[in-house]
């Protein structure tokens, strides 16, 4: 029972950054019609902006180590701590949180430069060349990534104080040997906050609404008379933000590196087919089933029936999904209809 | 249309054969002539064309097909571990075995079209891929690679004893070792045979049908065709030339990877066909060519190359250009690649070949210029 | 003989050789709500132009996907050539059985040449709804090419280049292409669904004059349409439909002459 509940969790966690990753990808194909297949490049900056944040408060110089002193050896010691000693290294234990200082400015600004340098010339193209650009972007921000970063996966831990287990045991009366790591907890916690918030901000403010009617029917808004062109752009943006977001608080939890996008890309794009394309509920519900059946099939119980199943669920899932139910979970009518 | 469909058949696949088999003496000058590449180039030429039946006459985008290239690969090698050495065996298998995948995965992904039909061969892509990498291990060896080892069985070789003393055996045509220019003659020969059949379904009912099912394809239900059957026959067409190639790369060189099999794979030949020049005759073709020749020249550059190669320029001239340059060169080669491929998507989705043609058409085509200019004014009446 | 061909032959030799070529019986169509189409019955003659007209949201596009096996009615049935069942039938096999349809936005393939686009139905019907033929080369195939020649010639647009591109015509010269597309299959039935929708002045006089021109063979035509100018010179039988029910069928003079028709265009619009 306790293994089943802690892959349930796992699953969860995992299926958060699924659901805001596709959340991002859904809002993006509702709204501007676009296949943005540089969307997990999004998720993969976002994760590498907690690196270089953390890169650049680790930045040190040689200085002699106090601890040896029958000839001169150097250890490295981070600038911050020389000035600021004790705050300095809570800046630096406290790096993944604090980068998100960095990471909204910078998903914002990669966001608009995306979507008013590129996205907006392919509006009206077809799915196929939208796709095909946007890979190449993934592959050209991919590389970039891995050129400035290397190849190897780079650790960026959390918080000092979150490196711990939560006694959910306790909390749950399921015994005390029942723990769960504390990030993964806050990961699970805040991406529900950002899925609601985007969903707050959808139904109750009047961008929101625009938003909504877009996706429904994009010529009737546009003879409105409202501008859908900056709304667009914003959107955009927004997608970018929380698929950065998504990204940086996941660095802790799998130490990012280049081919994080695309690991990421395929099985987003999956999820929002199974949830339904242009549903944002469906893909954060797809998002977050998928995840724990993920989850749930690396049991060892379940690899000693089908072995591997972990690996492959979630695509037979989707061609399932696909084939009988062709419109996906929850997915409209009208929107990609065959 | 093809500025070569005037020609008939007969001649062009003359043309054609002679072209690829006198490559090692025309590409000498520009350094591509040495064995290794000239594989490259045919057998990534046939993965292309195959490519270009499903993608460039139907416009339907499979992420799927380097699936059937891994499918091949394996294939093959098992052929030559578990019967015999000779490569005939392994490629016929390979390509048969490539056709029954792309039959199953084709019968499911072609129940959607657009991008559902991507998004499916994609998951497929991914699934095998994982299916091989940690699944089906017993077959495909995982992460290490299928390899030939001296234990393996090779019921016919042994029968007819054909063994070896020491080391492993090397692939064989009938005696001939399919190592070097042998090995490239070989695949030359199976890239002319496949171009011959491509060639025809371009030309057959069959492949007007294909382009009509891209141009309109509710027309074509309209007018009494059943699309379904075409695409999947489409679909398990491409995918069997995609089993070839890949059994061909087993022959040149008997190892075959998971890696192969990886949806970003078929990206590769994705941008072989555009850049050529999607849904035309000899785009594919032309696509792989400056793709592969490109690739072994940029990865081959490192630093010490850029440095002797603006050595002309003053010190500081010479460090910042090999800083600018050096991203984009060895291991940057990705790099350029996906620059390469978004300019063309967005400056010149035809490819090469529309680049021909918008030049020919500026330069030489003076008629088709009046003709067009009238047919514009018939159009206003 | 292809199956089309043999069933024709048996038809005529049949001893009740049909003059109907379709036949709707007791259709309803409900969307939700609201009630599209309201227990029609209607049968439409061999050889004649047909003619569907009715105010907006009549039904007639409604009852016109329910003839090509597009929608499935909540009853009632359609009957092709006294045999064949048009509902549940998918759009391929109601082409080979003899009914073509023309859409209202002109549906032709517009990256091909005006030749290859007549060429293609022409193939269709040859060689069914499937057929493998990779070896077989188009340009031998000369009967298919004259065939496709003589149905440009029908239209009036054998004179133009077969080699221009479908995408550069006007929308009048679509519609025509359009039309030879379907002629080249030399159907039953042809179905048209307002064919003069969105035209000008010109390019619909060009319409009514090849519709009266193309009289073939026995060819049936139905034909949806809001223009009364189109309506008045090509139809031999007219069907009014209003709110889902047909009111009135007859002549156009019949037509012209009955009241309620007036009334069901809202006051009357001299006819």
């Known amino acids: 029972m306790d293994a089943v509940l802690i892959q349930l969790l796992n699953g969860l966690d995992k299926g958060a950054a699924y659901a805001l990753i596709a959340l991002g990808l859904t809002l993006v194909f509702g709204t501007l019609g676009v296949v943005n297949f540089a969307h997990g490049a999004l998720f993969l900056i976002g994760a590498f902006c907690a690196v270089t944040f953390q890169k650049i408060v680790t930045i040190s110089k040689k200085v002699l180590d106090p601890n040896i002193t029958y000839f001169d050896a150097y250890i490295e010691q981070p600038y911050l701590e020389i000035w600021f000693g004790e705050t300095g290294l809570a800046i630096i234990d406290y790096a993944v949180p604090l980068s998100l200082f960095l990471a909204i400015p910078v998903m914002l600004l990669v966001g608009l430069a995306m979507e008013r340098g590129l996205i907006q010339f392919f509006y009206k193209r077809t799915h196929a060349e939208q796709i095909l650009v946007t890979f190449g972007l993934a592959i050209v921000l991919q590389e970039i990534i891995r050129h400035f970063f290397g190849a190897n996966p780079i650790p960026t831990p959390a918080p000092d104080i979150v490196s711990g287990s939560a006694p959910i045991g306790s909390w749950i009366g399921l015994g005390e040997s029942f723990v769960y790591p504390w990030w993964r907890l806050i990961y699970l916690v805040s991406s529900v906050a950002i899925i609601s918030s985007v969903f707050a901000f959808l139904n109750m403010t009047t961008f929101g609404m625009v938003v909504r009617a877009g996706m429904t029917n994009r010529q009737m808004v546009g003879f409105l008379g409202i501008n859908i062109q900056r709304k667009f752009t914003i959107i955009f943006a927004l997608a970018a933000v929380v698929a950065g977001i998504a990204g940086v608080m996941y660095a802790p939890i799998l130490p990012p590196d280049y081919h994080l996008g695309m690991d990421f890309l395929v099985i987003s794009f999956v999820i929002v087919v199974v949830g339904g394309m242009g549903s944002l509920r469906g893909a954060v519900a797809a998002g977050f089933l998928l995840g724990v059946l993920q989850s749930l099939a690396a049991m060892t119980a379940v690899n000693a029936i089908l072995p591997g199943i972990s690996q492959i669920v979630i695509y037979l899932v989707a061609v399932v999904v696909l084939l009988t139910r062709p419109r996906g979970l929850m997915g409209r009518k009208g929107v990609m209809d065959e | 249309m093809n500025i070569f469909s005037k020609k008939s058949t007969p001649r062009l696949m003359l043309l054609f054969s002679i072209g690829v088999l006198t490559m090692p003496i025309w590409l000498d000058p520009i350094g591509a002539s040495y064995p290794d590449l000239l594989q490259k180039f045919v057998i990534f030429g046939i993965f292309a064309i195959g490519y270009n039946i499903l993608f460039g006459l139907t416009g339907y985008l499979s992420f799927g097909h380097a699936v059937f290239l891994g499918v091949g690969s394996y294939t093959a090698v098992w052929s030559f571990k578990l019967l015999t050495m000779n490569v005939i065996p392994a490629i016929i298998f390979s390509t048969i075995m490539a056709g029954l995948i792309a039959a199953a995965i084709g019968y499911v992904s072609l129940r959607r079209s657009g991008i559902y039909f991507s998004i499916l061969t994609l998951a497929f892509a991914q699934m095998f891929y994982n299916l091989a990498y940690s699944v089906l291990t017993p077959i495909t060896n995982g992460e290490t690679g299928l390899q030939l080892t001296m234990h393996d069985p090779r019921i016919i070789d042994n029968a007819l004893s054909r063994t070896v003393e020491t080391g492993l055996p090397s692939t064989d045509l009938f005696g001939i070792s399919m190592n070097g220019y042998s090995g490239f003659y070989f695949c030359a020969v199976m890239l002319i045979i496949a171009f011959y059949i491509y060639l025809k379904i371009f030309n057959s009912p069959f492949g007007m049908k294909l382009k009509g099912i891209k141009s309109n394809q509710k027309r074509m239900k309209y007018i009494g065709s059943d699309t379904r059957p075409y695409l999947i026959a489409a679909f398990v067409i491409s995918g069997m030339f995609a089993g070839l190639a890949g059994s061909l790369m087993a022959v040149t060189d008997p190892l075959a990877g998971a890696e192969r099999m990886q949806w970003t794979a078929s990206g590769e030949v994705i941008l072989m066909t555009i850049l050529g020049g999607v849904g035309t005759v000899f785009g594919p073709l032309l696509g792989v060519g400056i793709i592969k020749y490109l690739e072994n020249i940029f990865s081959a550059i490192n630093e010490s190359v850029l440095h002797n190669f603006f050595s002309f320029m003053p010190q500081w001239g010479e460090n910042s250009l090999v800083a600018i340059t050096a991203p984009f060169v060895g291991e940057g080669w990705h790099l350029t690649l996906g620059l390469l491929f978004m300019l063309i998507v967005i400056f010149l989705p035809g490819g090469v070949m529309e680049g021909f043609q918008k030049i020919k058409s500026r330069f030489f085509d003076k008629q088709s210029k009046e003709d067009s200019s009238a047919s514009k004014e018939s159009n206003n009446v | ?271």
């Open chain 3, 1 to 271: 003989m292809t199956n089309r061909v043999k069933k024709i032959v048996a038809l005529q030799r049949s001893p009740t050789m049909s003059n109907t070529v379709l036949k709707i019986t007791n259709v309803n169509k409900s969307f939700g709500g609201l009630l599209a189409l309201n227990n029609i019955n209607l049968e439409i003659e061999r050889g004649t132009v047909h003619a569907i007209i009715g105010p907006n949201g009549a039904g007639k596009s409604t009852l016109l996907n329910v003839c090509i096996g597009l929608l499935t009615p909540d009853t009632g049935e359609v009957i092709f050539n006294g045999g064949e069942k048009i509902i549940g039938k998918k759009p391929h096999e109601i082409n080979q059985i003899g009914l073509t349809r023309v859409f209202q936005t002109p549906e032709i393939f517009p990256d091909l040449t005006l030749l290859e686009n007549v060429m293609l139905p022409a193939l269709s019907k040859r060689d069914g709804s499937y057929k493998l033929s990779i070896f077989k080369q188009m340009s031998s195939e000369t009967e298919i090419e004259s065939q496709a020649i003589d149905a440009l010639k029908t239209i009036g647009m054998d004179d133009r280049s077969s080699d221009v591109i479908a995408a550069n015509l006007s929308r009048g010269d679509k519609r025509r292409l359009e039309l030879a597309m379907c002629l080249v299959q030399k159907p039953e039935l042809l179905l048209l669904d307002e064919p003069t929708a969105g035209m000008a002045r010109h390019d619909t006089n060009q319409t009514i004059e090849l519709l009266k021109q193309i009289k073939q063979g026995g060819m049936t035509k139905i034909i949806i349409e809001h223009d009364m100018h189109v309506v008045f010179s090509v139809a031999d039988k007219i069907s009014v439909l209003a709110r889902g029910a047909i009111i009135a069928t007859g002549t156009p003079d019949e037509i012209r002459a009955n009241p309620l028709v007036k009334e069901a265009y809202l006051g009357g619009a001299e006819l």
